[in-house]
């Protein structure tokens, strides 16, 4: 069946610091994929999305490229923030089913 | 204003009673679903409802019941709260492109319940 993994949390970096969270899928089809993050005591909202192949999504400095041929859509930001602390959930939709399927979600910590 | 809203958005309730969690959306969405989110865990899903009378059983829906009362509202209903319902619930709804069966989920709040 279709399903997201990603890399287990928690993740904590200094300020500045490179940040990478790997995200793979299994998938029949083309599905969009997608970030969403979650700050502290809110709802998740969406980061950054990607509709097909080779797409890069990308918003507030995170990027992410679509990759058919790796079936991997890992989020990159070139330097984290203390704001940046939040759970990231990797995600995908347009598959057989109609619904979205998020992975389990990795946890950022970010120090000053 | 926001787009989806969940009340109440704290809920402290005891073992046995029946509780409603209420979801209100302004964004004209067909879709909409309930999550629930335990510490450490990711998002579970109960329910969701593709438009007002079409509803589904979503992976953890024993225990729990729905009413979309209209495209805006869905509700969420606990007929005998039990203390490992206690969580973080989530509603949410979803664009859909259509012919593409792709979407984009817009979320809420959340509720946090307690049950003691």
């Known amino acids: 069946g279709n399903s997201v993994t990603q890399m287990e949390g928690p993740v904590t970096l200094s300020e500045e610091a490179f940040l990478t969270i790997n995200c793979t899928y299994t998938?029949?089809?083309?599905?969009?994929l997608f970030w969403y993050v979650q700050y502290p005591g809110e709802g998740l909202q969406l980061l950054l999305k990607a509709t097909k192949a080779d797409d890069k999504g990308s918003n507030k400095g995170f990027e992410a490229t679509y990759r058919k041929e790796t079936t991997s859509f890992h989020l990159e930001k070139g330097s984290v923030q203390v704001s940046d602390s939040a759970v990231y959930f990797c995600a995908l939709s347009g598959t057989g089913g109609f619904k979205t399927i998020f992975g389990a979600g990795t946890r950022l910590f970010v120090k000053a | 204003d926001a787009d989806v809203t969940q009340t109440p958005r704290n809920r402290i309730t005891k073992t046995g009673k029946r509780i409603m969690l209420e979801c209100s959306q302004t964004?004209?969405?067909?879709?909409m679903y309930w999550y629930r989110q335990d510490p450490g865990l990711g998002l579970r899903l109960i329910y969701y409802s593709f438009d007002v009378k079409d509803i589904n059983k979503g992976e953890i829906s024993d225990g729990y019941s729905v009413s979309r009362q209209a495209q805006a509202k869905f509700s969420l209903s606990l007929e005998s709260a039990i203390p490992n319902q206690t969580a973080l619930y989530f509603c949410?709804?979803?664009?859909?492109?259509?012919?593409?069966?792709?979407?984009?989920?817009?979320f809420g709040p959340g509720t946090r319940l307690l049950v003691l």
């Open positions: 964004k004209g969405h067909d879709r």
């Open positions: 998938a029949t089809g083309y599905p969009s």
């Open positions: 949410a709804t979803s664009d859909l492109v259509k012919g593409q069966g792709k979407e984009t989920q817009y």
